[in-house]
Structures are given as structure tokens and as C-alpha cells.
């Protein structure tokens, strides 16, 4: 199942599963090394708990790239303003 790491509160790290959007709160010492927000994860869940998390780079890079590309589009259209300067 993937997960996204979404934020840091305080010294903990928010996880939600891209299926359900479900929230889970874990130690930031428990995620794999390397992992900072906005990491993809393949994880396991068992009763309720994030049990293993594996980076998923793969995920990771693509959707980084889809962000990238939606902001440039968002860029080349903002170019110019409606507005003048007087």
C-alpha cells in the first residue's frame, strides 16, 4: 500500500495513505533513512499501526515530477499581468 509523507508536527511525522487518506502519526526516528516530506513509502499495516515502511523512490520521483510540471504550466501562463503599472 503507498503512503505519503506529508508533514513534521512537533517531532513526529504525519503519514496518510494515498487509498483511504487515513492519518498515521509516527516518531521521526522510525522512517527510513533519507526520508524527508513529501517521501512516497510502501507500507504494511496491521491493526491499525504502520508496521513497515519501505521508501519508494520510484513513486517519489514521479510524482515530484508531475508537481514540477504543473507548476510550470501554472508559471508560463502568469507571465504577463492584466494589470498595468502607471
Known sequence: MKAY????EEDVAVIIIEETKEQFIKPIEQLPAGAVPGTWFEVTINQDEIVEMKLDASTTESKQRTTEDLLAK???????????KN
Open 5 to 8: 509523507f506529508d508533514r513534521i
Open 74 to 84: 501554472i508559471r508560463s501562463k502568469n507571465k504577463r499581468s492584466k494589470y498595468r
